[in-house]
């Protein structure tokens, strides 16, 4: 079976991205699994610091285990921003994929030397795994927010990537490009879209020479995807999109029958609701 850098490196030379899915639980992970067999894609999976709280760390490094195990099915796990090197570790020693070290709330000399100290740390456990760096501030949660995060604005510039990748040795790079985690209450209502700076993607690409990943794939206009694909982007993550399906989709399986109590006949409406949102994207990011 193929290796993440290899299934990235093909994309990359196929001008597509693979898509990255959040989960906080069974029935997210058997959504985007679902989708990803069906439009016979390789995907990866990620889960945040918090997710990870929720569901073990070597809980969610085993059921994708158990996944890929079962006949070849190409999932790769990231540990999505990860904040400690302690935290960084523990998910390199449990198996991941792909660590996202994210230092980017600190000052950029910190950022470097914790991102390069995080980069030697977790390829001494596994020279492997892709470790993933972040510049530039998109916002924090993945949430449905009233306005725009405090102090988001400051796009990443070719030069700054450069010297970022070219000082800390990530794998992958996270930049600043319109991008946002989180939906506004516009976006999910349909009448407004993130937009993304593809002259600057292209530019970026041009000067890091990484894969790069966009953050806060959820609402942005469908073009943009597409154009930001061609332009260099080789990983997407959506994450607001799905937790939004989910709740509704379990709103609605409740709605529907008020008495059940049975989860596994009221979570196939989250599922459900999961999947159609995973399949539409992972078409768009598939299709050249
Ligand atoms: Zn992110």
Redesign the pocket.
């Known amino acids: 079976m193929q290796t993440l850098r290899e299934v990235l490196e093909d994309a990359e030379r196929r001008h597509i991205a693979v898509g990255h899915f959040n989960f906080s639980d069974l029935a997210a992970l058997k959504a985007i699994v679902e989708a990803a067999r069906e439009a016979r894609v390789p995907v990866l999976v990620?889960v945040?610091e918090g997710e990870r709280a929720f569901l073990g760390t070597r809980q969610a490094a085993a059921l994708v285990a158990s996944l890929r195990n079962e006949n070849g099915f190409p999932i790769f796990l990231n540990a999505?921003?990860t904040h400690s090197l302690a935290k960084a570790e523990e998910a390199a020693k449990a198996g991941f994929d792909e660590i996202?070290f994210?230092a980017s709330f600190l000052p950029w000399e910190e950022n470097v030397a914790e991102t390069r100290r995080a980069v030697e740390a977790i390829k001494s456990i596994n020279p492997s795994i892709l470790v993933e760096g972040?510049i530039g501030y998109?916002g924090t949660s993945?949430e449905i927010l009233d306005k725009t995060p405090e102090g988001m604005g400051a796009l990443t510039t070719p030069e700054e990537a450069r010297q970022f990748v070219e000082a800390t040795r990530v794998d992958v790079l996270?930049p600043a490009v319109g991008n946002m985690?989180g939906m506004l209450k516009t976006m999910v209502e349909g009448v407004a879209e993130k937009r993304l700076d593809i002259p600057r993607i292209a530019a970026i690409k041009a000067a890091a020479r990484v894969f790069m990943?966009l953050?806060?794939g959820s609402g942005t206009n469908d073009g943009d995807f597409t154009r930001a694909i061609k332009a260099g982007i080789t990983i997407v993550?959506i994450?607001t999109e799905l937790r939004l399906a989910w709740r509704r989709g379990l709103e609605s399986a409740l709605a529907r029958d008020p008495d059940a109590v049975a989860p596994y006949k009221i979570l196939p409406g989250a599922v459900e609701a999961v999947k159609q949102v995973v399949r539409s994207r992972i078409d768009l990011f598939n299709s050249q």
Do not use: L, R, V
């Open positions: 990620g945040s999505d921003h996202i994210d972040e998109i993945s996270a985690h990943t953050h806060g993550h994450n």
